[in-house]
């Protein structure tokens, strides 16, 4: 069964602090792996994306690496500012005739002063 | 102007009552899906559409129906609610040129409760 896993389920922080998040899977065939960030009362918006080859890839102060062989995915955020606070999701698509998508439950950050 | 926009934002209704939630978006894109959000749960398709002629069944279609009245618009019905239907409901576009695993570009989401 396709599955994403993240952990952990909820984490607070201070403000300048950095954070690691993990997403591990059970998702095949794997075509690539999203991390979304959601604001409270708003829709998930797209981070990054990687594709089987890629290992690391960064935007900004976020930083999501794949281990394609262990099915493992993690989010680092450095210097942590109060606009982190949100939830972070992890999507990975399975290849098919419709690629679909499989969300996991995200990670709940609060970023405090 | 929000590219996706959705609404009510918020909806409190009574069990068997039916309730449509409207997806607008201006992107241009051809593809629109439909999602409901539960705590502690990943968001799971109801349904999506690649263009206005072509609709499909997601993973949890059972109580709901859809109509694409053109490529911009894509409404989800419940045609009576019930409580367990209570939930977070998000639509999304995505467009031709990412492929099937394109970036979907999500809407602000609807909070609907049936008492």
């Known amino acids: 069964k396709n599955q994403v896993e993240q952990s952990p389920q909820s984490l607070i922080i201070l403000e300048g602090k950095n954070c690691t998040l993990q997403?591990?899977?059970?998702?095949?065939?794997?075509?690539?792996l999203r991390w979304y960030k959601q604001d409270t009362g708003r829709g998930p918006v797209s981070l990054t994306i990687m594709t089987f080859s890629e290992n690391t890839k960064s935007n900004g102060r976020y930083t999501a690496t794949l281990d394609a062989d262990t099915k493992q995915s993690s989010l680092h955020i450095t210097a942590s500012q109060l606009s982190d606070s949100a939830s972070y999701i992890c999507v990975v698509s399975a290849m098919g005739g419709y690629n679909k998508l499989i969300f996991g439950a995200g990670t709940r950050l609060a970023v405090h002063p | 102007d929000a590219d996706v926009t959705q609404t009510p934002r918020n909806r409190i209704t009574k069990t068997g009552k039916r309730i449509m939630l409207e997806c607008s978006q201006t992107k241009g894109h051809d593809r629109m899906y439909w999602y409901r959000q539960d705590p502690g749960l990943g968001l799971r398709l109801i349904y999506y559409?690649?263009?206005?002629?072509?609709?499909n069944k997601g993973e949890i279609s059972d109580g709901y129906s859809v109509s694409r009245q053109a490529q911009a618009k894509f409404s989800l019905s419940l045609e009576s609610a019930i409580p367990n239907q209570t939930a977070l409901y998000f639509c999304a576009t995505s467009d031709l040129s990412g492929g099937p695993s394109g970036e979907q570009f999500f809407g602000p989401g609807t909070r609907l409760t049936v008492l």
């Open positions: 559409s690649f263009d206005v002629k072509d609709i």
């Open positions: 997403c591990n899977y059970t998702v095949s065939p794997f075509s690539n």
